[in-house]
């Protein structure tokens, strides 16, 4: 099916067909979600031996009575864990909480209210603005939006964001004072940064506002679904180009153990943690130690870090497979759209033809299938083209993505087939 070379009898005729089909389908009452990338069920039960691994014996390896008040900056243990997730020293981690988005907010707000290591405060700027590759993870995004610094595109490439023009506008705006970036399966994409553009983003220091700050949101580390995909250390890089402080990185168990009560980590250079202790001090009294003592035991009793994740990826392949064979199988001979092959992460990112994205979304919903809206993975919601959605396969059961994938794809064709009609009128 190439619409481009139709005409309007053949593709009258494939809509006639294509809308008879799609209103069976809706006679079924479909009830199905791939909106977000929840980790499913069967995934959360790999970690259920957390509850109860400590037997009431709640003190850590260094005598720490973890059911108290203190330790600002988390266990020893816990920011061992956060180390080997980011390869990173130990003494350059803070273990926090269970969510590496509070510490994102909780860093965004440091360098705009106080600024980090001396640095002017990025309030005290004209108009500050961070660079955001694009389409990219929705809730950093609102960050910026709710802060009212403003957000500049930056596309993808197949080794992560363009260089030449996140280093064109650094060196030409003063007041760009950040970068957003998920540089491993990065969400929606799935691409992993190359050696090449690590090591610019690592020279941006030296041409940049000294506020400003790499955020490397390295949330899927950790997720490959097969053979290992390595990702170049940003904080080598950064110290071979003396410029340690302009970076920041996160990660968290969150995917890893239990969503809703993990450990989040942030790993950053002395100047930096400096900066963001001083504020903590001021909101709180230190995190949940009995939880960070629990992943520690349990990573130590039961499973290696690596082993684990196997298990994860051993539940996650065949659904990323499954829509993959959907997208293959259904379009894959057409030229109704584009999709990456991720090889970890928790998500594909498709692209229809411009202007087609708020179409598909609309008919899936319709027809019973939830999709991340059209526009999320761009600031403030609004896709140029209209044409990318972020596929989530990670929280259905099997079965109900394989129907869900099959809905999608004759939204993609009915949409696509729509809109070539109505040019052609």
């Not at 080997?84 to 969510?99: F, H, K, R, W, Y």
């Not at 799935?190 to 090449?196: L, N, V």
């Not at 894959?332 to 994205?357: H, I, M, Q």
Request: charged share 20%; glycine share 8%; proline share 5%.
């Amino acid at each position: 099916m190439h619409i481009e070379s139709a005409n309007s009898a053949q593709l009258t005729e494939w809509e006639k067909e294509l809308s008879a089909h799609y209103e069976r389908i809706c006679q079924h009452e479909l009830n199905l979600d791939i909106t977000r990338g929840k980790p499913s069920a069967e995934q959360l039960n790999l970690s259920d031996k957390l509850d109860g691994i400590l037997s009431a014996d709640y003190r850590a390896a260094d005598g720490t009575d973890t059911r108290n008040y203190g330790g600002l900056i988390g266990l020893t243990c816990a920011r061992e864990l956060g180390a080997d997730m980011l390869q990173v020293p130990t003494e350059e981690v803070i273990a926090c909480g269970n969510s590496s988005l509070t510490l994102m907010y909780h860093a965004v707000m440091t360098g705009y209210l106080f600024g980090f290591a001396g640095t002017t405060p990025w309030r005290e700027l004209k108009e500050p603005k961070f660079l955001c590759p694009v389409p990219g993870y929705d809730r950093h995004f609102t960050i910026c939006e709710q802060l009212g610094i403003g957000m500049i595109n930056i596309p993808m490439g197949e080794g992560g964001p363009d260089m030449d023009a996140v280093e064109k506008h650094v060196k030409e705006d003063g007041d760009i004072i950040g970068i957003w970036c998920v540089p491993k399966y990065s969400n929606p994409t799935g691409i992993t940064y190359s050696p090449e553009t690590v090591e610019r983003l690592a020279q941006l220091g030296h041409i940049a506002n000294p506020g400003f700050r790499i955020f490397w949101d390295n949330a899927y580390s950790v997720h490959d679904l097969g053979h290992y995909v390595g990702l170049p250390s940003i904080r080598s890089a950064t110290l071979e180009n003396d410029t340690v402080d302009s970076v920041l990185q996160f990660a968290s168990t969150s995917k890893v153990t239990h969503a809703g009560s993990g450990v989040a980590f942030v790993s950053a250079s002395s100047a930096n943690l400096n900066s963001l202790k001083q504020q903590m001090q001021a909101m709180t009294i230190g995190p949940d130690k009995v939880s960070q003592l629990r992943h520690s035991r349990f990573f130590a009793e039961h499973t290696t870090l690596k082993d684990h994740m196997h298990k994860h990826a051993d539940i996650l392949k065949p659904k990323f497979e499954c829509v993959l064979e959907h997208l293959q199988n259904g379009l894959g001979d057409t030229d109704l759209g584009r999709w990456e092959k991720p090889e970890g992460g928790y998500f594909v990112s498709f692209n229809t033809r411009p202007g087609c994205a708020k179409a598909v979304v609309k008919l899936a919903a319709d027809a019973g299938v939830k999709l991340t809206p059209a526009g999320a993975t761009f600031p403030y919601g609004k896709d140029p083209e209209d044409s990318n959605i972020r596929i989530a396969p990670s929280f259905p059961p099997l079965d109900e993505l394989d129907t869900a994938m099959a809905v999608f794809v004759l939204c993609v064709k009915l949409a696509s087939i729509r809109q070539q009609l109505q040019k052609l009128a």
